[in-house]
Each structure stands twice: as C-alpha cells, then as structure tokens.
C-alpha cells in the first residue's frame, strides 16, 4: 500500500538564499529591458529603462567602425536601423572603464552585435571575444565583402584610433581626409537651417561634413526630423 509523501515546507529565508546563489551562476545575466533613445555609432545607443533613467549601452564582443572612419556613418546608420525607439533587452556583461553597460541587444528576437558583424558593420572585438563562433561570422561577411569588407584594406577601428600600426594614419587614409576636406569647402554653401535642405541626404551631409549642429537639435545624430525622420 502507498504512503502518503511527506512535504516540508521550506523557510522564505532559504528560498531567498537559493535566489542570491542562482544569480552568481554563469549564465544568468543580469537583464535591462527599456526603449532606445539614442545611437551614438555602430556599437553604443542610450537607452531610457523604468523611472525615466537614462542608460549608456557599449555592445559587447564588437567594434565597430569610428564615426570619421570609412563606414562609421554607416554601421551607425545600421544600428539605428534596427534599434532606434524600438524596446529591447540587454544581457549584461559588464560596466567598462567609461561607465557603460557592456551587454547584448537583442530586439525582436534578434541578436543586433552578432547583426552588425553578419552584415560587415562591425569588427569582432578580439580583446573581449568569448563567443568563438563571431569570428566565423566576421569570415563569412569578409568573403562576402559585406559593408566594410568591400574596402580591400580595411582597417580595425581600435588600430585606427591609436593611428594605425605605426603610430601614425596611414597616407592613405590622410589622403581621404585631405579630400574629404576639399568636398566640404566646395559643397556646404550658405545654407544653415532646415528649411533650406532640399533632402535628407543633403540635411545629413551638412551635419556630418560641415558641421552644422544645430540642424540637430536634441542631438540623436539625426539632423532634421521633418525630412529624415527618426532612425531613418
């Protein structure tokens, strides 16, 4: 005959204990859900969290291109595409020596660091790489020539930031800036406000090229919302 099982009741207290214990496993992250507000580049966005809080979010494992550096614009562009104003959830990683969160976007379901790598927009970042599978995506966007790939030399933003591998940027991307600054001599003009812009492209040429700052105005990093829109 069945005997009847004997259940005990477990004190609140040990359950609390048990709750601090998983948290420390590996693989239980710590998670941030709120609404993108801002993409700086192609691997940092601030994110607006419950009670109107205002996170910095630096995407672990990659890096993508500076803002100046061929493709900044648009690994930026690319990002935002995928997450501007869009609610998403972070697995957090880290907090970096600049006080960002270093995490993992995921929106909708998608992986957007592993994203922007699938789509040549950024680097797998070799420093702080734990996911070895990155680097077969990076390969497969390389053989592809996907986004920067097309360039024949790229190169790797954290070579360019300290001035390339031999302490100086390379003639030829000195030449590009030299060209880069001849086209904005000859194309910015007179024109200074919104109004004036005849498209978005033209509103985003006279922010990045020239400078014009005020044609954005709550500093998103897109000028003229009547032409461009948000994320677009």
Same mark, same amino acid.
């Given at each position: 005959?069945?005997?009847?099982?004997?259940?005990?009741? @477990? %004190? !609140?207290?040990?359950?609390?204990?048990?709750?601090?214990?998983?948290?420390?496993? %590996?693989?239980?992250?710590?998670?941030?859900? #709120?609404?993108?507000?801002?993409?700086?580049?192609?691997?940092?966005?601030?994110?607006?969290? %419950?009670?109107?809080?205002?996170?910095? @979010?630096?995407?672990?494992? @990659?890096?993508? !291109?500076?803002?100046?550096?061929?493709?900044?614009?648009?690994?930026?562009?690319?990002?935002?595409?995928?997450?501007?104003?869009?609610?998403?959830?972070?697995?957090?990683?880290? @907090?970096?020596?600049?006080?960002?969160?270093?995490?993992?976007?995921?929106?909708? #379901?998608?992986?957007?660091?592993?994203?922007?790598?699938?789509?040549?927009?950024?680097?797998?970042?070799?420093?702080?790489?734990?996911?070895?599978?990155?680097?077969?995506?990076?390969?497969?966007?390389?053989?592809?020539?996907? &986004?920067?790939?097309?360039? !024949?030399?790229?190169?790797?933003?954290?070579?360019?930031?300290?001035?390339?591998?031999?302490?100086?940027? %390379?003639?030829?991307?000195?030449?590009?800036?030299?060209?880069?600054?001849?086209?904005?001599?000859?194309?910015?003009?007179?024109?200074?406000?919104?109004?004036e812009m005849g498209s978005c492209e033209?509103?985003?040429?006279?922010?990045?090229?020239? &400078?014009?700052?005020?044609?954005?105005?709550? &500093?998103d990093g897109i000028p003229c919302e009547?032409?461009?829109?948000? &994320?677009?």
């Amino acid at each position: 005959m069945a005997t009847t099982a004997q259940f005990k009741i @477990i %004190p !609140p207290a040990f359950l609390v204990l048990l709750l601090f214990l998983y948290a420390d496993l %590996p693989g239980a992250a710590e998670l941030l859900e #709120g609404r993108v507000v801002g993409v700086h580049d192609g691997d940092t966005v601030t994110l607006l969290i %419950p009670g109107n809080q205002q996170v910095k @979010i630096r995407l672990a494992q @990659i890096d993508a !291109p500076e803002s100046d550096q061929a493709f900044g614009q648009r690994s930026r562009q690319s990002l935002s595409d995928m997450v501007f104003n869009k609610n998403i959830r972070v697995e957090k990683e880290t @907090i970096d020596k600049y006080g960002r969160t270093v995490g993992t976007i995921f929106v909708a #379901g998608l992986d957007a660091n592993r994203e922007q790598i699938k789509r040549g927009m950024a680097w797998t970042y070799r420093k702080y790489m734990h996911d070895q599978s990155l680097l077969q995506i990076e390969e497969e966007a390389r053989l592809a020539k996907a &986004g920067l790939w097309s360039d !024949p030399n790229p190169m790797p933003p954290w070579e360019y930031r300290h001035g390339g591998k031999n302490g100086s940027v %390379p003639n030829q991307v000195a030449l590009k800036a030299e060209l880069t600054n001849q086209q904005v001599n000859s194309s910015c003009g007179s024109k200074h406000y919104c109004r004036e812009m005849g498209s978005c492209e033209e509103a985003k040429l006279y922010l990045t090229q020239c &400078g014009f700052s005020r044609l954005d105005r709550d &500093g998103d990093g897109i000028p003229c919302e009547s032409l461009c829109g948000h &994320g677009k």
